[in-house]
């Protein structure tokens, strides 16, 4: 599965230990089973989406808990909203320091040619 994913061992391992994944044992061998390769999918995607694992866990649990697969989506649209607000925020920004670099950048060449 790690190679599926494109994932660590120790990755798979640490989200097992967080309780994110609980795969079945054979022995020493872990098998993931088709639950398991849905949360994993699930949580890099969080991942990607910048989501911290203690939200991701959260967001799993509702799934198999109360309230459901209701609650766990209403609940996912009020933190993707808090995300959009977090990530709006960084790119604006992002967009000042780069204005900001591009004004240094003018000053030093304008500065440069003025030197003898």
Avoid: N
């Amino acid at each position: 599965m790690a190679d599926d994913f494109e994932v660590t061992h120790r990755a798979l391992r640490h989200y097992e230990h967080l309780g994110l994944l609980s795969p079945e044992r054979d022995g020493q061998r872990r098998v993931y089973h088709r639950r398991e390769r849905t949360r994993l999918a699930l949580i890099l995607r969080g991942r990607r989406l910048g989501f911290p694992l203690e939200e991701i866990a959260t967001i799993l649990d509702m799934y198999d808990d109360q309230p459901g697969e209701a609650g766990q989506l209403r609940y996912l649209l009020s933190q993707i909203d808090d995300r959009r607000t977090d990530l709006e925020r960084r790119r604006r920004d992002i967009e000042d320091s780069l204005r900001e670099l591009g004004d240094l950048e003018r000053r030093c060449a304008e500065d440069l040619q003025r030197l003898p």
